[in-house]
């Protein structure tokens, strides 16, 4: 019985035992499983988020598309508005001179030459936009004529302003060094995108152009009535393609590259531009930039208004470029001047022509049939030694080279579309020739011989002139000259010579005509 009881005891207590090793077995089995299952929920769950962060990434990608599609779409749009728009004016009045309109010639070579100006200002722009982007642009260090470039910049816009009714002044605070060493060309890009703007968003008033020159620095500010600018919105219109959020800045012609290029351009030259305005009281732009004096001033003529020839013995161009309308403009532009003028329509023309003509200047094509015009160069210093002056002229902005090192084969380059005022400075500084101009002592004293003075009876039309020329009313200074003329026939000689003036719309020769009292 006893025997039986432990037998018992000891059967129960390995059923106690083997139940409860079950029960841990059980419980650690329970507690692994809910660890795998936890381990999966986080891994579906990491995967989840993960889904969610990819879905999002996406979802901001796709924005971004759409809004550079929407930018793309909006760019495209208003650069086929600013190409357009010029172009129309061109083939407008190109064909009004081809059907022999009364319209008068002046008027149409005006607006032709603005509208191509305003393509030429886009295609730089864009092309600015390119090379900034890939690190390509390069500066130059040129002896600028800064009182001189001034006054052209602000001349340029006197009409514009005059045709919305706004005035344009222009202030020298202190002294203005006559010249600086900069890039002329960004200069002038600045200057004239600042003054653009400030007339085109401006409807009642004006703007003023002032700088201040102190230490090597110079400081302009371009002011003026118009729209203003929304504070959210002072550093935005920074940003290219944006004028913003104003719906009259949306209104207004232009694809918004203008203040992006400027203020780039201003730090590359080691300035700042900055902005204050107030909306519906107008707007301030301020340039601050580094333009330091040469140590020596250049030696070359002064400023001139409009070329008329040059002293010392007679020189030869030749002109080398494979698009006829190039050679005939440069020709109709040297030779009155008195230049001896070749043209040559590719690189191996120019080579025999030069043989023949023996040329002081080359003014040499890149892009021609045959060799380009950096293969031509070389020949032509290998025939001719470094006595022979060679300017490259090309629309290929790219293959800038600024020339003079003494390495390269060429002295200068220029871009295309030529300015015939950047020309013929080019021309000048290569052949070392003193131009005579229309404000020079001799010329003026030829052109009173020749045209005499003013008849005391000519003096009710003069104040009536001089107000046309200061707003730039071209027919209404043509109609005063022929009834002036008409009606005051010993002034024939003095109306000729006005007249000559405003063929060539040099409207500050002609305000400096009128100046004189005659």
Not at 488 to 504: F, K, T, Y
Request: charged residues 25%.
């Amino acid at each position: 019985m006893a025997h039986a009881s432990r037998w018992i005891l000891s059967g129960a207590a390995v059923v106690v035992g083997l139940i409860g090793t079950l029960f841990i077995m059980a419980r650690g089995a329970r507690r692994k499983a809910r660890q795998e299952r936890l381990q999966q929920t986080q891994i579906l769950q990491d995967e989840i988020a993960a889904h969610r962060l990819t879905h999002a990434e996406l979802a901001r990608a796709k924005e971004v598309a759409e809004a550079a599609n929407a930018a793309k779409t909006r760019y495209l749009v208003a650069v086929s508005h600013e190409i357009r728009s010029p172009l129309n004016a061109i083939y407008g009045y190109a064909q009004l001179l081809e059907r022999e309109d009364a319209i008068p010639p002046v008027e149409a070579g005006s607006v032709i030459r603005r509208s191509a100006e305003h393509l030429t200002n886009l295609v730089e722009g864009l092309l600015d936009i390119s090379r900034i982007e890939s690190g390509l642009l390069k500066l130059r260090q040129d002896v600028v004529r800064l009182p001189a470039l001034l006054d052209h910049v602000v001349d340029m816009f006197r009409m514009q302003a005059a045709a919305k009714g706004l005035s344009l002044d222009y202030k020298v605070e202190g002294r203005l060094p006559p010249f600086v060493r900069t890039d002329e060309k960004r200069l002038r890009q600045i200057l004239i995108n600042l003054l653009s703007n400030a007339i085109k968003y401006t409807d009642k008033g004006g703007a003023t152009l002032t700088i201040r020159y102190r230490s090597q620095m110079a400081q302009v500010d371009v002011t003026d009535t118009g729209i203003g600018i929304a504070p959210e919105d002072l550093e935005r219109i920074f940003e290219p393609f944006e004028r913003g959020s104003s719906p009259d800045s949306a209104m207004q012609p232009g694809i918004g590259l203008g203040l992006a290029i400027t203020r780039v351009l201003a730090r590359i030259l080691g300035g700042e531009v900055t902005v204050s305005s107030e909306v519906g009281r107008g707007s301030s732009f301020r340039l601050q930039l580094l333009l330091p004096e040469p140590m020596a001033a250049p030696t070359g003529p002064p400023g001139y208004d409009r070329v008329t020839g040059y002293s010392g013995d007679r020189k030869t161009i030749l002109v080398i470029d494979d698009d006829p309308s190039q050679l005939i403009v440069v020709q109709r532009l040297l030779r009155p001047l008195d230049f001896v003028v070749f043209a040559a329509a590719s690189g191996a023309e120019g080579l025999a022509l030069a043989e023949s003509c023996a040329p002081d200047l080359v003014l040499l094509d890149i892009q021609m049939p045959g060799c380009s015009g950096w293969e031509v160069a070389a020949q032509l210093r290998t025939t001719f030694g470094q006595s022979l002056r060679i300017v490259m002229v090309s629309a290929n902005a790219h293959e800038y080279r600024a020339g003079g090192d003494g390495q390269s084969h060429h002295g200068a380059f220029l871009s295309k579309p030529v300015d015939l005022d950047a020309l013929l400075d080019t021309v000048g500084r290569q052949l070392g020739v003193d131009w005579i101009a229309s404000g020079d002592g001799q010329v003026g004293r030829e052109a009173s011989q020749s045209s005499g003075a003013l008849p005391p009876a000519a003096e009710p039309y003069l104040a009536s002139l001089r107000h046309h020329v200061k707003t730039g009313h071209v027919r209404a200074i043509e109609t005063l000259l022929t009834d002036l003329e008409a009606d005051v026939p010993d002034s024939a000689g003095a109306v000729a010579e006005m007249r000559r003036h405003l063929d060539d719309f040099d409207l500050r020769g002609l305000a400096r005509r009128l100046g004189n009292g005659d």
